[in-house]
């Protein structure tokens, strides 16, 4: 089974930084490749970023481009999401994902195409 557990939520100033961590276990990390989504209260899930398996390739929703990067480190199965000049628009729950099955942005970006979550971490950011 499966577990993936964020971390490196908060409260921060817009205009703020934040690091969101999501360990992972029970399985082959480099096997997969790893999303962050997010949910603001009401509003759907959304894509926020993704890496490929081998770290090769990133892809980034619109609205965070340029601000925020993600990074993995396979020897510690760990997932990054570095989040700079953050905005109140960015408040949500931010859950981390794995995905072995597809290697295609397409897919990638979409929530119905992952198999493992994790249980999210509150970001918040007042303005």
């Known amino acids: 089974q499966v577990r993936l557990v964020e971390s490196g939520g908060g409260l921060v100033q817009a205009g703020g930084s934040l690091r969101l961590s999501c360990a992972a276990s029970?399985?082959?990390?480099?096997?997969?490749?790893m999303g962050w989504f997010r949910q603001a209260p009401g509003k759907e899930r959304e894509f926020v970023a993704v890496i490929t398996k081998n770290g090769g390739n990133t892809y980034y929703a619109d609205s965070v481009t340029g601000r925020f990067t993600i990074s993995r480190d396979n020897a510690k199965n760990t997932v990054y999401l570095q989040m700079n000049f953050l905005k109140p628009e960015d408040t949500a729950v931010y859950y981390c994902?794995?995905?072995?099955?597809?290697?295609?942005?397409?897919?990638?970006?979409?929530?119905?195409?992952?198999?493992?979550w994790g249980q999210g971490t509150q970001v918040t950011v007042s303005s």
């Open positions: 029970g399985r082959t990390f480099s096997r997969a490749a």
């Open positions: 994902a794995g995905c072995d099955a597809y290697s295609s942005s397409y897919y990638l970006k979409r929530h119905a195409y992952y198999d493992d």
